[in-house]
């Protein structure tokens, strides 16, 4: 993952917004369409909650998904586990649809790694 983060928000109520700051090569256009994740700031009268991916992820506006991800063929497959915050409402869907879906990882130098498959995260809601 880079090191540059940018701004992105999640609607918690009409209103009120969270405020991350999350990688925008893996948070672009059409991942956080997906998420149910904003790139553009809410309106000047709305009220903004800064929060961690932790917090946000306990909260009950979002949830974290855990994306299997992978890179390479044949016995130079690599994997590893990536999570991003989805907004309650698009978790559901958000878990099909991000299959097959690509994340630019890593530094400076980013490679592509593709979604294989995706579960709710372990920071969830207490009950």
């Not at 992978?70 to 878990?95: H, P």
Request: include cysteine; hydrophobic fraction near 40%.
């Amino acid at each position: 993952m880079s090191t540059k983060k940018e701004p992105r928000y999640i609607e918690i109520v009409t209103g009120a917004e969270m405020k991350l700051s999350l990688d925008p090569d893996i948070y672009n256009s059409e991942i956080t369409l997906i998420l149910g994740v904003s790139s553009a700031a809410p309106a000047a009268t709305a009220k903004i909650v800064p929060l961690t991916l932790k917090q946000a992820g306990a909260s009950t506006a979002a949830s974290i998904l855990d994306c299997t991800v992978e890179k390479g063929t044949g016995t130079d497959t690599e994997s590893r586990v990536v999570q991003l915050i989805a907004k309650a409402d698009n978790v559901a869907a958000a878990k099909t649809a991000l299959i097959d879906k690509t994340l630019a990882l890593g530094g400076s130098s980013t490679s592509n790694w593709t979604i294989k498959s995706v579960t709710t995260g372990k920071y969830k809601r207490k009950k």
